[in-house]
Structure formats: structure tokens, C-alpha cells
């Protein structure tokens, strides 16, 4: 844009936005660039457009239904004029000539006619009190782009902590405003959270999980809002245990105890399938349940699946996409339920409990650490056994690469004929 010289003056002319037309009744605004150098006004245009830019929006702001938005919108004019908000009873505390100075500021500045601008600088918002119980209703109003792509599970699943660690914080500190949390109430919660620990025999993992929670929603929240709350968090994480790796089923294990005949019948069609398809797989079990008709590909010289986002699931990384042949008893699985699994696909949280349970209370479970997901590493363990090449491993298993990649490694064709070796 170019500024314009006007009485040794350098302004900028531009149209208005007509999003911004109820909150600007010009069409057109000359802006004052407050100087009479040419490259001083040249650097400064783009910046005071953008200002004044912004300062539209804050606007816009506080003529929104929520008491929020309009105290947020309050603070960012008055901010954006050189002010800090301040209440209208402690604005009444300041000098004559304090108040005169935001008065004339928001008449030259914007004009007699916006009431929102001396409403900012005079401190007429009323003051909104946020509970602790409102927090994550305005958390989930501004994090959709936290969940894009994620299915209606994955939603549920990543909500579900949070809101557990609310429940929870609330339960011990009571529904404050969050403008009246110390340091001390999160001492408070941690105190909680260690007397839970040692009674319960819980782990220090569960704890630091919620006090995550509590400071990433918190600390989000203050930032959307302009709270500028100050919250005092330091120092408030245990230290963990270190986590337990899951061993593998042996195969003796698997071929003689969980492919016994019968050994399955118990468990519901889809579940048994499913963990069959694992076996020769190694796919994660919420992969397996997310599989739509269209990725699954029977017909052919090789069958395999394919591991992709979709509506029902988001994958934990790029390298978790990729194509499986299906071999063995995988296969035959697979062929039952040619056109995915509608019971899991939608909700696969509950597909782990499910078959831990019918495989612990059936004698299943190879020592009191294994899990279904014992099956994936045992699927490693039998690629490692027979040599197959890293890269392979990696690219079968979902694992970065850890380098750039090039050609595909003899493809699926090579993949298949691995894995026929080592099929169960």
C-alpha cells in the first residue's frame, strides 16, 4: 500500500472490510501515519493496517452473546489503544486527567460514534467470573483443530482424561474461579493425588496425567480469554516408574493354548477375528476394528489390508500407513469378515477389555503381563527371528523409517512372500 501525503502528513486510504460494517460506519478510512518521512511512512503502513485490522476484530468481539467474548473483546481495544483494561470502579479511582486521556483517546482514534471503544477504555464490561466447571466448555468451543480428523471414538477417548481430571480437581478444591487459583490448590490436589497413590496402590502415572491436563486446558483457556491469569504450576509433576514393557506370546504359546480348537469359541465373532488378523499382522487391534470395506482387498495374488486415516479413526503417524498382505490363519480371518467389523469400528476402546478379559479368565494369557497387545510384539519377534530385513520390520510394523526413503522394498509382493515363512 501506498502512503498518501496530505497537509505534511502521511496517511493510508483504504476501503473497509464489510465484515467490519457493523462495528465501522465508514466505507473508507484515512488513516494517519503520524509522520512526514516518506521511508518512515513506508515502513509503518502495513503495520498500522494490520492494527487497526485487529482492532475491528476485538470489536467484533464484544458483540458476541457470550459475556466472554465481549470482556475479551474489551480488553484486546483497550490493549491495542496503548491501555490496559481496567474496571470502571477502579478507572473512577484514577485522575481527572487519566480519564480524559482514554476518553479523547477513543474519540480522535476511532471516532464519537463507537461506544464500544469508550466502553473498553472506561472499563464498562462487567467483569465474568469463570469456574472451574465452565473451563472445558470454552476448551472445546476453541480446540477444533485438535480433533480434525479424529472419528466420534477418538473424540469421546480424547476428551474423557480431561474431563476426569476436572471431576477430579473440583472434587478436592471446589468449583473456583479460576482468577482465585493459587499455588496452593494444586499443592492441595497433588496432596490428594499421593494419599490416592499409596492407598489405593495407584501409580504416579495416573496423577501427572490429570496435573497435564489441568495446565495444557488452563493455560489455553487464559490465553483465548485474555484472563492474564497468573497460574502457578511449577514443580507439581511425581516422578514416574518406569514403564513396563509388555513381553510377547511364544509361538508354542500361541499354537498350542490360544489356536486350540475351542479355545476361542467363547468370544464373540468379531473379537476372535480380529485377533486372529493380529497373529500374522502385527497391526494395533484399534487399526484392525477401524478397517472400512474399500481398504480391505481379498481378491487377487496377494491379499492385504491397507492401514489408513478414515472417518472411523486417525492414525498416530504418517509411517502407521502402509499395506499388509494377509497370510495364515490372518487370512481366513479376514475372509469371514470380508467387509470390516461394523460392531468395533465405531467404538474399538472396547475391543481390548473385551478379549483381555476373556483371554485372562480363560487361561489365555501367558504370565500376568500379557495382553492382547502381547501379540503385536510376538509378530516382531518371529520377523527378527527369521531375519527379515529392518526396513521391512519398520515398514510393516508402522515405524519411521528414521532416514529418507527410497524405492519400496520389493513392495507387497516381496512383504507376502516373507511373511508366508513365518505365517502361524
Request: contains cysteine; proline residues 5%; charged residues 30%.
Amino acid at each position: 500500500m501506498k502512503p498518501i501525503l496530505r497537509s505534511g502528513t502521511y496517511y493510508i486510504r483504504r476501503r473497509v472490510p464489510a465484515r467490519f460494517a457493523s462495528v465501522e460506519g465508514r466505507n473508507e478510512v484515512w488513516i494517519s501515519l503520524k509522520t512526514d518521512s516518506q521511508k518512515l511512512a513506508q515502513e509503518k503502513a502495513q503495520r498500522v493496517w494490520m492494527e487497526h485490522l485487529r482492532a475491528w476484530e476485538a470489536q467484533l468481539l464484544g458483540q458476541s452473546d457470550d459475556a466472554f467474548e465481549r470482556q475479551k473483546s474489551a480488553k484486546l481495544v483497550a490493549q491495542g489503544m496503548g491501555f490496559d483494561y481496567v474496571p470502571i470502579d477502579q478507572v473512577a479511582q484514577l485522575s481527572t486527567e487519566a480519564i480524559l486521556e482514554r476518553v479523547e483517546a477513543a474519540v480522535s482514534a476511532i471516532g464519537p460514534r463507537n461506544e464500544q471503544t469508550l466502553s473498553a477504555l472506561l472499563g464498562a464490561e462487567p467483569a465474568q467470573k469463570l469456574r472451574l466447571s465452565e473451563v472445558l466448555e470454552k476448551f472445546w468451543e476453541n480446540s477444533q483443530d485438535l480433533i480434525l480428523g479424529k472419528s466420534a471414538d477418538q473424540v469421546r477417548r480424547w476428551k474423557n482424561p480431561r474431563k476426569k481430571a476436572f471431576a477430579n480437581f473440583i472434587s478436592v478444591v471446589g468449583d473456583l474461579p479460576v482468577d482465585e487459583l493459587t499455588k496452593s490448590d494444586f499443592l492441595q490436589f497433588r496432596k490428594w493425588w499421593l494419599t490416592r497413590i499409596e492407598m489405593e496402590g495407584l501409580t504416579p502415572n495416573s496423577a501427572n496425567k490429570d496435573l497435564v491436563h489441568l495446565q495444557s486446558v488452563l493455560k489455553k483457556v487464559n490465553d483465548l480469554l485474555s484472563l492474564n491469569l497468573t497460574l502457578e504450576f511449577g514443580g507439581q509433576k511425581m516422578k514416574e516408574k518406569p514403564k513396563t514393557d509388555r513381553p510377547p506370546f511364544s509361538d508354542v504359546w500361541i499354537v498350542e493354548r490360544i489356536l486350540r480348537p475351542g479355545a476361542l469359541d467363547g468370544l464373540n465373532p468379531e473379537a476372535r477375528a480380529i485377533l486372529l488378523v493380529m497373529i500374522n499382522t502385527g497391526c494395533r487391534p484399534s487399526e484392525i476394528a477401524g478397517l472400512s470395506p474399500d481398504e480391505i482387498v481379498l481378491d487377487g495374488p496377494v491379499p492385504y489390508i491397507m492401514i489408513r486415516n478414515n472417518i472411523h479413526r486417525q492414525l498416530k503417524s504418517d509411517p502407521s500407513k502402509r499395506d499388509i498382505p494377509l497370510v495364515g490363519i490372518s487370512l481366513e480371518a479376514m475372509r469371514r469378515f470380508p467387509q470390516g467389523f461394523a460392531h468395533y469400528r465405531a467404538k474399538p476402546s472396547t475391543l481390548s477389555a473385551t478379549v483381555n478379559k476373556y483371554l485372562r479368565e480363560n487361561g489365555l494369557l501367558e504370565s500376568e503381563k500379557h495382553v492382547m497387545y502381547s501379540l503385536r510384539h510376538s509378530f516382531e519377534d518371529r520377523m527378527l527371528d527369521a531375519g527379515i530385513d529392518d526396513r521391512i520390520r519398520r515398514e510393516l510394523f508402522g515405524h519411521s523409517l528414521g532416514r529418507e526413503k527410497y524405492g519400496d522394498a520389493g513392495g507387497i509382493n516381496k512383504k507376502h512372500e516373507l511373511l508366508l515363512e513365518i505365517a502361524l
